[in-house]
Nanobody
């Protein structure tokens, strides 16, 4: 069984920074894509950033230049460094990973971590 455990959310003032972490654990053979999505109240879940196993990255337009995604393959962990936060970044942030186990590939989600940007 695979688990994704997120940490690092919280309350921050506009212009501030936060760093989210997501660690995958379990019977993992290989991790392909890892990424972050977010869902604001009353809105759909949207992609924030993703990182491929070779290190290639993709960012949503609203976070380009402010957020940085990275991963530590040895620790099966993905990070999201969020700078210059504004109230529009307030949402529940979900970690996502495409993981291959002995039973085959599957898509996994974390439980979500709340990020609130407010003065």
């Amino acid at each position: 069984q695979v688990q994704l455990v997120e940490s690092g959310g919280g309350l921050v003032q506009p212009g501030g920074s936060l760093r989210l972490s997501c660690a995958a654990s379990g019977s993992i053979f290989r991790i392909n894509n890892m990424g972050w999505y977010r869902q604001a109240p009353g809105k759909q879940r949207v992609l924030v950033a993703t990182i491929i196993s070779d290190g290639s990255t993709y960012y949503g337009d609203s976070v380009k230049g402010r957020f940085t995604i990275s991963r530590d393959n040895a620790k099966n962990t993905v990070y999201l460094q969020m700078n210059s936060l504004n109230p529009e970044d307030t949402a529940v942030y979900y970690c996502n990973a495409h993981i291959v186990t002995v039973t085959g590939p599957n898509n996994y989600w974390g439980q979500g971590t709340q990020v609130t940007v407010s003065s």
